[in-house]
């Protein structure tokens, strides 16, 4: 008897992920090379004293509490089937189900990035500062486009996932190395 961790087929894998791996190929690329550009384009970031500089990186959250405001707008019920005004029903439409998930996964999201966001504002150098308001475009820009992306196609969420995931996984190990 074989078990199903034995009948696992890398190739077949990918032969049946091909697509979503392009695309997730594609987020990943697009991710480096909109952030390297924004690094290296972006203006210094105002001489913020190292007191207030939790202050900042709090106003600076106020954008991706924007892009979830305009998701959860996207989920009032007034909007959908006149059914879906009854939660009990579940007479939701395919548009209200996804925004409503597009909508719980940036809260997920942001409950990773926001507090890498606080905890490096306090650790960076006065010439790095200039990270956080590249990391929140950047991060916004990925939610946006995961929501869209979504509506066109369920692998078409990568590009935004990984601009998101990624700008969060660059934040963390960057607060990682300022430790050492």
């Not at 091909?18 to 090379?33: D, E, F, K, P």
């Not at 929140?136 to 990925?142: D, F, I, L, Q, T």
């Amino acid at each position: 008897m074989t078990s199903d961790a034995s009948k696992f087929s890398l190739s077949a894998w990918a032969r049946e992920r091909r697509r979503t791996i392009q695309v997730v190929a594609l987020g990943t690329v697009s991710w480096a090379i909109v952030f390297g550009a924004a690094w290296m384009l972006w203006p210094a970031a105002p001489l913020v004293p190292p007191a207030d500089r939790v202050s900042y990186a709090l106003q600076l959250g106020a954008a991706p509490a924007i892009v979830m405001l305009l998701m959860s707008c996207a989920c009032l019920r007034l909007f959908d089937t006149p059914r879906a005004e009854d939660p009990r029903l579940g007479a939701e439409s395919e548009r209200f189900k996804i925004n409503q998930r597009v909508l719980t996964n940036t809260v997920e999201q942001s409950w990773i990035f926001l507090p890498l966001v606080l905890a490096l504002s306090a650790r960076l150098s006065p010439g790095q500062l200039k990270l956080l308001p590249i990391a929140v475009s950047v991060w916004c820009a990925g939610r946006v486009m995961f929501w869209v992306g979504y509506h066109v196609a369920p692998h078409w969420r990568a590009p935004g996932f990984d601009w998101t995931f990624n700008t969060s996984f660059l934040l963390a190990g960057w607060f990682l190395y300022t430790l050492v």
